[in-house]
């Protein structure tokens, strides 16, 4: 079932992003796939919160392994279908106040096209 496979790919996701490993990481994105976070806006307020392409991809998620380098993804939940996953999980980071996450990968053969990260 493509749902399992989707979830696969979502903990194959918190394996790459909790061990800053950018390549691994990059490999489950389509080339053309688009991110949207909150966290950009802010960081890169001239990307409206938007970003396309796995070169901004890689810009923006080695700016965080950067910046956060203790950076670390507790997963609560993840519920999948055939068409995406969506994942709720806490942020840590050492110094900082935790905050919890929802995320929704959208994904067509076996790669991200699409994400988009809720959180308050």
Do not use: C
């Not at 929704?104 to 790669?111: A, C, E, M, P, S």
């Amino acid at each position: 079932m493509l749902s399992e496979q989707n979830k696969k790919i979502a903990l194959k996701w918190f394996e790459a992003f909790n061990a800053h490993d950018l390549e691994k990481l990059l490999a489950l994105y389509n080339d053309n796939a688009e991110h949207f976070s909150p966290k950009l806006k802010i960081h890169k307020p001239e990307t409206a919160g938007l970003i396309k392409g796995k070169q901004a991809l890689r810009e923006w998620w080695q700016d965080a392994f950067n910046r956060l380098p203790t950076l670390n993804y507790e997963v609560l939940k993840l519920t999948a279908d055939d068409e995406q996953v969506f994942m709720e999980y806490i942020r840590h980071v050492k110094n900082d106040e935790d905050l919890r996450v929802g995320e929704v990968l959208q994904i067509k053969n076996g790669l991200i096209v699409f994400s988009r990260v809720y959180h308050g």
